[in-house]
């Protein structure tokens, strides 16, 4: 009796959560980063790399992978396009 209760519950909460994704609203199609945002991601990635290979602690990486994430996205979570010191418009 509780397995087909628990079966029932997951049913539920997946469907739901179809639901809510199916809801939204569909986004403008992502575009590209420019050429300079691309060397600064791969210098970034290089950078992360040789930090999991040292003898930092992985909690070190982290904080630090996810301080240049934040500098590196706008306030709508898209990457930064830098052009006159302004974002691409949506």
């Not at 209760?5 to 049913?11: D, E, G, K, R, V």
């Not at 945002?37 to 602690?57: G, I, N, W, Y």
Request: one cysteine or more.
């Amino acid at each position: 009796m509780k397995t087909k209760s628990l079966l029932a519950s997951l049913a539920v909460i997946l469907g739901s959560v179809s639901i809510a994704f199916a809801a939204e609203s569909p986004s403008a199609a992502p575009t590209d980063p420019s050429k300079d945002v691309r060397e600064k991601m791969a210098t970034f990635h290089e950078q992360l790399a040789a930090c999991l290979r040292s003898d930092k602690p992985i909690a070190e990486c982290h904080k630090e992978a996810m301080k240049h994430h934040h500098e590196m996205m706008d306030k709508d979570g898209r990457m930064m396009q830098k052009r006159s010191g302004k974002t691409e418009p949506k």
